[in-house]
């Protein structure tokens, strides 16, 4: 029976890299052989010379797996027609199997959209990884994920828009009646709040290309993909005044109240919202309305993304809207090019700006007038979607435990989401310390890890995995593991061993793992962070500058 498996699993791999355009290519000199039960690989070697005598001798270069049998076998082509070597071994009757010795390939899956070459956007987030994982469109639950789109107007008849467009069935389009009760009356195609109506605004191509970043229909033989193949866009229109922000901020507010405490039965359920817009040289002070709302959505579940500027500045320094917003429930990203590098003309911060997301030369759904297009589009206004295409995407893992208290807890979910892709960064030195992170949007590296937290991979052995920034100046992060979701004790010394600090923390699933410590009152020195309890501790060093 394990001789029949093993042979089944030998034909299945080289039918199948057969099959996929791929397989063709081997190892030159080499052949993997299954040798029958009972056969010696000495008296099938000395065979196999005897079969070939004027070759360059056959040998063994290593057994590949000796309980089934399986071994690599070596041979010079150059004295030897390799498709007769391959023949011979398998007329030999103590050979079962013989194969060349074939390259297997990276899975990644790839949409049969035909612009999908020109996206190096989407390949530098690792969507194709992503992609193999999910697509986008409902929650564990069954719940249908939608993205808040602020902009002055799109596109959306666009082909690859259209599919993914939202629409408030529960409201009957101009009959002058709220029909769902939820205070607007005829937003059947979402909001706009200067006519307070459903109009679509102005369309142009901003509003277009950001939908389109998102979530342009996936896979379906035109144009391009979005972040998300399917996810429901809910577009405001006419989103240019600070009254139209905060009007469109409050009906997404609204609509996932009504869907958080109806148990799904109405509104609708707004994971993300999307601002590609800003003003520089600006501070909450200036805009405290604005940066108000974030919080407001957070509370109900929506993570928010901003764009920062497109000029090069400090934020933390200058000012800008919405980077310098304070809210916990708001993500700011800045832009980097194709090769990954910060680009020039890109704002930056260490404690507003939280990470970077390809933006230069992203290719997108374009429009013109009312004629759809595709094209490149350009600056944090690219950047920022693809941060809240990622948002969306994560809520449709298949992992229940990671949403499952989105409607109940909503907060405490949108708080898990924002940490899995802050922690799951893509370190980048064009990046760092101008940012909170000092990493690139990394879509690929968060559903990994939400795979490993789901199937419990994030409990293990006590372990520091890693401490930074080090040196330091303000705030050493620290992220551990454990192998149980139960208190543990966190102490610093100092070089001479005398403790300094203590706190008692509790690890849980999919919570951030990470202990962050101010070390502004600490003299500059070398110092230790310890974890554990009982006889059970890990410590790593760290240096204060």
């Avoid at 993997?32 to 056959?58: D, I, K, M, R, Y």
């Avoid at 990276?106 to 070459?117: A, C, I, L, Q, Y």
């Avoid at 939908?211 to 996936?218: E, F, H, L, V």
């Avoid at 407001?296 to 933390?316: P, Q």
């Amino acid at each position: 029976m394990t001789k029949k498996f093993c042979f089944a699993i030998l034909f299945s791999l080289s039918t199948l890299a057969a099959a996929s355009g791929q397989g063709d290519e081997r190892r030159f000199g080499e052949m993997l052989v299954q040798l029958n039960a009972e056969a010696s690989p000495a008296t099938v070697l000395f065979a196999l010379n005897q079969a070939l005598p004027g070759a360059t001798g056959f040998f063994w270069k290593k057994p590949v797996a000796p309980d089934w049998q399986i071994y690599l076998l070596g041979f010079d082509e150059s004295t030897v027609d390799p498709n007769l070597a391959l023949a011979v071994a398998r007329r030999l009757p103590d050979v079962q199997v013989a194969q060349w010795n074939r390259r297997v390939y990276e899975r990644g899956t790839f949409p049969n959209d035909p612009d999908w070459f020109k996206q190096e956007d989407m390949a530098l987030i690792g969507m194709t990884d992503a992609w193999d994982v999910t697509t986008g469109g409902l929650t564990p639950a069954g719940d249908t994920i939608v993205v808040a789109v602020l902009e002055k107007g799109a596109l959306l008849t666009h082909p690859d828009l259209t599919p993914n467009v939202w629409f408030n069935w529960a409201e009957i389009p101009n009959n002058n009646i709220d029909d769902d009760g939820n205070g607007y009356v005829d937003d059947f195609r979402g909001w706009n709040p200067r006519t307070q109506s459903d109009h679509p605004g102005i369309i142009g191509f901003h509003g277009t290309a950001v939908n389109g970043i998102i979530g342009a229909s996936g896979n379906n033989g035109a144009g391009v993909s979005g972040v998300n193949w399917k996810v429901k866009l809910m577009n405001f229109a006419n989103i240019e005044y600070e009254d139209e922000i905060v009007g469109a901020y409050s009906y997404a507010a609204k609509m996932r109240h009504r869907y958080n405490t109806t148990n799904g039965a109405q509104g609708a359920f707004v994971v993300a919202s999307n601002a590609s817009f800003g003003v520089n040289n600006k501070f909450p002070s200036d805009y405290p309305l604005w940066c108000a709302v974030y919080d407001s959505l957070g509370k109900v579940g929506i993570l928010n993304i901003g764009a920062t500027t497109n000029d090069e500045f400090n934020v933390d320094v200058v000012g800008d809207m919405p980077s310098t917003c304070p809210s916990e429930h708001l993500l700011v990203v800045n832009n980097v090019d194709k090769f990954d590098k910060k680009m020039q003309k890109t704002g930056y911060g260490a404690t507003h700006v939280d990470f970077g997301a390809p933006g230069e030369g992203s290719y997108t759904t374009r429009s013109q007038d009312v004629t759809p297009t595709y094209g490149a589009f350009s600056g944090t206004s690219a950047s920022a979607p693809h941060a809240t295409g990622a948002v969306a995407l994560l809520y449709s893992l298949q992992c229940a435990k990671l949403t499952e208290d989105a409607l109940t807890n909503p907060i405490e979910c949108t708080r898990r989401i924002r940490d899995i892709i802050l922690e799951n960064v893509s370190p980048n030195v064009t990046l760092k310390n101008v940012t909170t992170t000092g990493g690139r949007l990394d879509v690929a590296g968060s559903v990994r890890a939400v795979q490993e937290l789901c199937d419990g991979a994030a409990t293990g052995r006590l372990d520091i995995l890693w401490a930074r920034p080090n040196p330091v100046f303000d705030e050493l992060s620290v992220r551990f593991r454990t192998p149980t979701y139960t208190p543990y004790q966190v102490r610093v010394f100092n070089i001479l061993g005398q403790q300094l600090y203590e706190e008692i923390i509790t690890p849980s699933p999919f919570s951030s793992n990470i202990w962050k410590y101010d070390v502004r009152r600490l003299p500059r020195g070398v110092y230790v962070v310890a974890f554990g309890r009982n006889d059970a501790w890990r410590s790593v060093k760290f240096v204060k500058k």
